[in-house]
């Protein structure tokens, strides 16, 4: 399984963007995915996570009513759409999947190599 992350960039704090994370593994469908981010000096935190049936796992405090976690099992994508981004959500975000929605790093097998998203004040 790889993983391809992409849609980050230089945004302005309000705007939005929507990261997308490609799959080109077998099992997609029956695969949990998540959204993880990392700041500078900061560890590694879970953002979102969505299980094969559709269930999500709670959404980080930070981004609760503002990040969605979505997936497309014909095109073997999730998507995550940031909405009112601020500058504390300036991070390395990375994608994951495996066998078990779990809010915890170790428990995804597979990763992508993160897309970097800044946003300015």
């Known amino acids: 399984v790889q993983l391809q992350a992409s849609g980050g960039g230089l945004v302005q704090a309000g705007d939005s963007l929507r990261l997308s994370c490609v799959s080109s593994?077998?099992?997609?469908?029956?695969?949990?995915h998540a959204w993880f981010r990392q700041a500078p000096g900061k560890e590694r935190e879970l953002v979102a996570a969505?299980?094969?049936?559709?269930?999500?796992?709670p959404y980080a405090g930070s981004v609760k009513g503002r990040f969605t976690i979505s997936r497309n099992n014909v095109e073997n994508t999730v998507y995550l759409q940031m909405n009112s981004l601020k500058p504390e959500d300036t991070a390395v975000y990375y994608c994951?999947?495996?066998?078990?929605?779990?809010?915890?790093?170790?428990?995804?097998?597979?990763w992508g190599q993160g897309t970097l998203v800044t946003v300015s004040s």
């Open positions: 969505m299980g094969p049936s559709g269930i999500t796992a």
């Open positions: 593994g077998r099992g997609f469908a029956y695969a949990a």
């Open positions: 994951a999947a495996g066998r078990i929605l779990s809010t915890t790093p170790s428990s995804y097998d597979y």
